[in-house]
């Protein structure tokens, strides 16, 4: 028969965490502490997936790689065809995927031996405006002949860039004194340097040939160039 005190003695060793005490003369507790062994139980890990890819076409790819943050603390970048596969404990977890001050998060649920995958291309795509560096026309306001056309500058990169566009429209008009209808262009260059993760509006202001009764085109923009 083992001895009781014996017994005692073992579980406690076998226990992480035994507390460990003194006495004074009268019996008194003076002091305690606690001792922990940090370990990671088998069955309390699982594997998640962060990506960009989604169900984009290589045209709408992004270009960059933006951070990850799981639980307020990075973890690595994400670009498209390059994910991030971690492995982290079982339970709720909270995934951010940033470009500058403009996030996307999701709360996600880790499970034993179930993958779980977070996809963040169409709300990052959404938020950014693009997932590439473009120029487009947001509006264009006719006025007899003066014509107003606006456009947007989007840098969906962690970097600021310069950028430039060609924008055309074309019209047609009532010439005074032959009375013919002549068909004319007027066309502006654009050029604005975009903080990273941002966007911004541009206006370009064109006096038409004088005249009357006119007819306006849709307006057009070349291909953003962006360095």
């Known amino acids: 028969m083992v001895p009781c005190a014996l017994v ?7 226990v992480t965490g035994c507390l460990s005490q003194k006495m004074n003369d009268t019996g008194e507790n003076i002091s305690r502490s606690q001792t922990f062994t940090s370990f990671t139980i ?11 890819d989604g169900s984009f076409t290589p045209e709408d790819a992004f270009i960059d790689a933006y951070p990850v943050s799981l639980d307020n603390l990075v973890v690595g970048v994400v670009s ?28 996600v649920t ?11 291309s169409e709300r990052l795509k959404k938020n950014l405006g693009s997932s590439k560096p473009v120029a487009r026309i947001t509006g ?6 003066q014509i107003t056309i606006t456009v947007e500058f989007i840098n969906p990169t962690t ?24 068909g004319n262009t007027v066309q502006g260059h654009l ?15 064109f006096n ?16 953003v160039i962006a360095r």
Not at 208 to 223: C, E, M, V
């Open 8 to 14: 005692m003695a073992a579980a406690c060793i076998l």
């Open 42 to 52: 088998v069955g309390t890990e699982g594997p998640l997936t962060i990506s960009l």
């Open 80 to 107: 498209t065809k390059k994910p991030i596969t971690l492995k982290e404990i079982v339970g709720n977890h909270t995934v951010k995927v940033c470009c500058g001050n403009r996030c996307e998060q999701q709360n």
């Open 110 to 120: 880790v499970r034993f031996g179930k993958q779980q995958s977070v996809d963040f």
């Open 140 to 145: 264009y306001y006719p006025n007899n002949n």
């Open 159 to 182: 970097r600021s860039l310069a950028m430039s566009a060609d924008v055309s429209c074309g019209y047609t008009y009532i010439e005074s004194g032959s009375y013919n209808r002549i």
């Open 191 to 205: 050029y604005e340097t975009v903080n990273s993760c941002d966007r911004t509006t541009k206006t370009l202001n």
């Open 208 to 223: 038409l040939a004088r005249g009357s009764s006119y007819l306006y085109d849709i307006p057009t923009i070349t291909p």
